[in-house]
């Protein structure tokens, strides 16, 4: 059955390509972003990394966290806020139609999954402050989603069940939608194919729609100013459906107050 829907998926996408080629009366699909360069971990671009002192190194490898630029608390505030803006701030209704998922608890999970990795990615690029802040967004993630099933009424076993087989998805997702962003489209759609929709996707509008969702979002969130995202975690995603979504909008500007809230 997997080799057919993996047939099933390369068809589409070849179809799409056609079409785009052979029938330039219709709207064409979306350019594809290609790129002959792969990243390995040496090669990729780096944010330079803080200098630590050597007390600091040793905690950390104990599994404690060392000093951090702002305060512990302020940073798990803003990494709440910032899985919640993952949950309130995304139309989910308009990712069941368009992209033909079940109204259930785990596609509304997939599709929160791949708005928080969005936020990891962006996080993991401020430093020793970003990667704590990332600890406590998947933790926020986690209690929510234990919450959810228990006010769905789902028992102890099979929660726990459930639980376990999100965190194997969720990490595998991770991965995949890693290696995505570094390649070119056919990756990322790839990603999008096994892990949104479970790879249940043969129509090459959706996966088109949602590759060109992943891109502008992860253009839009990459704007933002990082010590901002550190002292509130106020991200606003961009919609689903828009005329021209080449287009980066003007990233507005938080506000806080001195103490960072």
């Known amino acids: 059955v997997i080799i057919y829907q993996e047939a099933c998926f390369a068809r589409a996408l070849v179809a799409c390509q056609l079409?785009?080629?052979?029938?330039?009366?219709?709207?064409?699909?979306?350019?594809?972003?290609?790129?002959?360069?792969?990243?390995?971990?040496?090669?990729?671009?780096?944010?330079?990394?803080?200098?630590?002192?050597?007390?600091?190194?040793?905690?950390?490898?104990?599994?404690?966290?060392g000093p951090l630029k702002y305060n512990k608390w302020k940073i798990k505030i803003a990494a709440l806020r910032m899985y919640t803006c993952c949950v309130e701030r995304i139309n989910y209704d308009d990712f069941f139609d368009k992209c033909s998922l079940p109204d259930t608890l785990n596609s509304w999970f997939l599709v929160a999954q791949l708005h928080v990795w969005m936020c990891l990615v962006r996080m993991r690029q401020e430093g020793r402050e970003g990667k704590y802040m990332c600890t406590y967004i998947v933790h926020s993630m986690w209690e929510d989603v234990e919450q959810r099933s228990k006010i769905m009424g789902v028992d102890a076993i099979h929660r726990k069940e459930a639980m376990k087989l999100m965190t194997e998805t969720f990490y595998a997702a991770l991965f995949g939608y890693d290696e995505g962003l570094l390649s070119d489209d056919c990756v990322l759609a790839a990603a999008l194919w096994r892990n949104l929709f479970n790879r249940e996707c043969e129509d090459p509008r959706q996966l088109e729609l949602m590759v060109e969702y992943v891109r502008k979002q992860m253009q839009f969130i990459d704007a933002l100013n990082g010590e901002d995202l550190l002292l509130t975690g106020e991200v606003k995603w961009r919609p689903l459906l828009e005329e021209n979504a080449q287009s980066i909008l003007k990233v507005a500007t938080p506000t806080y107050n001195d103490t960072g809230l």
Request: aromatic share 6%; with cysteine; hydrophobic share 30%.
């Open 19 to 65: 079409a785009r080629v052979s029938s330039p009366s219709l709207t064409p699909c979306r350019t594809l972003h290609m790129t002959t360069q792969l990243y390995n971990v040496k090669e990729t671009p780096q944010h330079t990394e803080e200098e630590v002192g050597a007390f600091t190194k040793l905690i950390e490898a104990m599994g404690f966290t």
